[in-house]
T-cell receptor
C-alpha cells in the first residue's frame, strides 16, 4: 500500500547548524513531494515542494533533493534559526488524485 | 481571509452524539480533501472530492463517517454515534486540479469526545 516513512522523529540542533530530514515512499507512481511545517496549534503550511522531473530544488535556506530510483527525498535547512523550530512533515502524492500520504513528522528544535 | 475556512474550531461532544463539521475551500479550487490528525502523528487521508463527486474514501472512514460536497463548493463531514477514538483534529484542504498544485489547509476542527 501507500506509505511514507520519515526520520528522525526528533532533531535538535544549535542555531546556525544544518538540519536534514529524510523520507522514503513506497508507491513508485508518486510524482509530487511537498514538505509542510506545522507550528503548535496551527495548520500545516507548505514550505517547499519538488516534482518527479527534477532532482533538486532550493529556496533560500531550504533545499529538497529527490532520488526516484531509491524512492528517497530529503529536506535540508541551512543556517537554522530558532523560528525554524516546528514539526516538519514530508508527503507524497500522485497527480491523478492529489491525495497526500504524510510521513510521521519530525520535531525540530533549534537551540539559541 | 481568502484561505480555507473550517467551522467550528473546537467541538466537545458526549460519546454517542452526532457532530458535523464544515469546510469552505478556496473558491476556485476543484479538489477538496479531509484528513484526520492525532497528537504526534501526520495527517491521515480520509476522503476527497473533485467538484461535487466523492472520488475516494479511506478504509479509515467507517460507516459512521459521511462527507458531502453538494454543490462543489463547501463540504461537510458528519460523524454519527461518536466514540472516544474519534477525538482528533479534522483538517480540510483544497487545491486546483492542474497537475501537482499546492494543497492549502484550513486551521482544523478539534474534536473531543468525552
Amino acid at each position: 500500500g501507500e506509505n511514507v516513512e520519515q526520520h528522525p522523529s526528533t532533531l535538535s540542533v544549535q542555531e546556525g547548524d544544518s538540519a536534514v530530514i529524510k523520507c522514503t515512499y513506497s508507491d513508485s507512481a508518486s510524482n509530487y513531494f511537498p514538505w509542510y511545517k506545522q507550528e503548535l496549534g496551527k495548520r500545516p503550511q507548505l514550505i517547499i515542494d519538488i516534482r518527479s522531473n527534477v532532482g533538486e530544488k532550493k529556496d533560500q535556506r531550504i533545499a529538497v533533493t529527490l532520488n526516484k530510483t531509491a524512492k528517497h527525498f530529503s529536506l535540508h535547512i541551512t543556517e537554522t534559526q530558532p523560528e525554524d523550530s516546528a514539526v516538519y512533515f514530508c508527503a507524497a502524492s500522485k497527480s491523478n488524485t492529489g491525495k497526500l500520504i504524510f510521513g510521521q513528522g519530525t520535531t525540530l528544535q533549534v537551540k539559541p | 481571509d481568502t484561505g480555507v475556512s473550517q467551522n467550528p474550531r473546537h467541538k466537545i461532544t458526549k460519546r454517542g452524539q452526532n457532530v458535523t463539521f464544515r469546510c469552505d475551500p478556496i473558491s476556485e479550487h476543484n479538489r477538496l480533501y479531509w484528513y484526520r490528525q492525532t497528537l504526534g502523528q501526520g495527517p491521515e487521508f480520509l476522503t476527497y472530492f473533485q467538484n461535487e463527486a466523492q472520488l475516494e474514501k479511506s478504509r479509515l472512514l467507517s460507516d459512521r463517517f459521511s462527507a458531502e460536497r453538494p454543490k462543489g463548493s463547501f463540504s461537510t463531514l458528519e460523524i454519527q454515534r461518536t466514540e472516544q477514538g474519534d477525538s482528533a483534529m479534522y483538517l480540510c484542504a483544497s487545491s486546483g486540479d492542474r497537475l501537482n498544485t499546492e494543497a492549502f489547509f484550513g486551521q482544523g476542527t478539534r474534536l473531543t469526545v468525552v
